[in-house]
């Protein structure tokens, strides 16, 4: 992947406004993946960090961090046309 679409794909996570907690969760995510492939092997997810997950989207939720599914369709349209245009 080139470091254009690299770039967009940052971008439209900012877009999203995300939390220092969310930054945190996602670069945990990529790193674990990345730790995981370099092992050959995937780990699932612990019944620690799927609670810890679930607790997280539920008080989102209740802040009204969360986009409506019209407006994640169009947010995703919006970034792939992007990525698919360079």
């Given amino acids: 992947m ?8 940052w971008e439209g996570l900012l877009a999203y406004n995300l939390t220092a907690a969310n930054k945190r969760w ?4 990529l790193l674990n993946e ?21 607790a997280e989207s539920e008080e989102d939720l209740r ?3 969360f ?12 970034h792939m046309s992007k990525l698919l245009n360079q």
């Fill in 26 to 29: 996602l670069a945990e995510r």
């Fill in 63 to 65: 802040a009204g961090r």
């Fill in 34 to 54: 990345v730790e995981a492939e370099e092992a050959g092997t995937l780990q699932p997810y612990t019944m620690a960090e799927i609670e810890a997950m679930i």
């Fill in 2 to 9: 080139s470091i254009v679409a690299l770039q967009n794909i």
């Fill in 67 to 78: 986009l409506s599914s019209d407006e994640a369709a169009a947010h995703r349209r919006m």
